[in-house]
T-cell receptor, first 115, second 114 residues
């Protein structure tokens, strides 16, 4: 079974609008972490935001927030006030504590921000 | 500045060659990973190491092997390169314990097998 599922291969958003990128995950480990990474066309992987399975509040980092719904096993990334520089691939990832903190990644979502 | 360094940015190899991809990290991380990135498939885990000389197969280990003789270095070996191994290869490292233990990535190696 897929550990991480990203169902949106590509998305468009108008500059200055908010956008939500979907991510669902599958684990039986009670202790896990969820991550989002950005990969611009240059290829580097940039860490954006982290959510722990025991965190009570949704994580936020500047314009990024994580909509964590534990019962639904979803961890959607919300980008507010989109900028042209947000155009990139976005990957959702999960780390399971019982599994040596091994990282699993989804297939990614290509976000295009339109001027 | 933390760093994961991959030995080559671009490589072109011939079918049947033995190929070594090297990765070095300077953060004293226990965990190191090799991923393969293909369009539409995301990052797929090839091999994982949680300590020196320790390794675990990931989701797509066939045709690959790894070596971790020192904590800072993790090598991916293509025993006999084939054209279907043409891809982007990403190395990453992370702490094994801890709460917010993100993975740090190298710049990637784009391998073309002809």
């Amino acid at each position: 079974a897929q550990k991480i599922t990203q169902t949106q291969p590509g998305m468009f958003v108008q500059e200055k609008e908010a956008v939500t990128l979907d991510c669902t995950y599958d684990t039986s480990d009670p202790s896990y972490g969820l991550f989002w990474y950005k990969q611009p066309s240059s290829g580097e992987m940039i860490f954006l935001i982290y959510q722990g399975s025991y965190d009570q509040q949704n994580a936020t980092e500047g314009r990024y927030s994580l909509n964590f719904q534990k019962a639904r096993k979803s961890a959607n990334l919300v980008i507010s006030a989109s900028q042209l520089g947000d155009s990139a691939m976005y990957f959702c990832a999960m780390r399971e504590q019982y599994n040596f903190n091994k990282f699993y990644f989804g297939s990614g979502t290509k976000l295009n921000v339109k001027p | 500045d933390v760093k994961v360094t991959q030995s080559s940015r671009y490589l072109v190899k011939r079918t049947g060659e033995k190929v070594f991809l090297e990765c070095v990290q300077d953060m004293d991380h226990e965990n190191m990973f090799w991923y393969r990135q293909d369009p539409g498939l995301g990052l797929r885990l090839i091999y994982f190491s949680y300590d020196v000389k320790m390794k675990e197969k990931g989701d797509i280990p066939e045709g690959y092997s790894v070596s971790r003789e020192k904590k800072e270095r993790f090598s991916l070996i293509l025993e006999s390169a084939s054209t279907n191994q043409t891809s982007m290869y990403l190395c990453a490292s992370s702490l094994r314990q801890g709460r917010n233990t993100e993975a740090f990535f190298g710049q990637g190696t784009r391998l073309t097998v002809v």
